[in-house]
């Protein structure tokens, strides 16, 4: 049975950092791309950060120097660092992984940048 289990999220003042985790197991974790996506009230599910099986990144433009993404294989774990948050960060954070046509989603986590 496959798990994405996202933690980390909470509530942040502007300016502030956070670091979402997602441990993964059911999968063989070092041969999916993993990546981190977020869903505001009334807005679609955004791709935020992309870590390719290989290493390769890619980052939404919103994001880009604010947020990083990495993974630990032997932790079967990505993480997702954030910092600089603004209001506009604010939604539930989920957490993929997907491989050729398959792919897996986390529960998700809250993040909420408030002052």
């Known amino acids: 049975q496959v798990q994405l289990v996202e933690s980390g999220g909470g509530l942040v003042q502007p300016g502030g950092s956070l670091t979402l985790s997602c441990v993964a197991s059911g999968i063989t974790f070092s041969t999916y791309d993993m990546g981190w996506y977020r869903q505001a009230p009334g807005n679609e599910r955004e791709l935020v950060a992309t870590?390719?099986?290989?290493?390769?990144?890619a980052y939404a433009n919103s994001v880009k120097g604010r947020f990083t993404i990495s993974r630990d294989d032997a932790k079967t774990t990505v993480y997702l660092q954030m910092n600089s948050l603004k209001v506009e960060d604010t939604a539930v954070y989920y957490c993929?992984?997907?491989?050729?046509?398959?792919?897996?989603w986390g529960q998700g986590t809250q993040v909420t940048v408030s002052s």
């Open positions: 993929t992984a997907f491989f050729n046509l398959r792919s897996y």
């Open positions: 870590i390719f099986s290989e290493g390769g990144i």
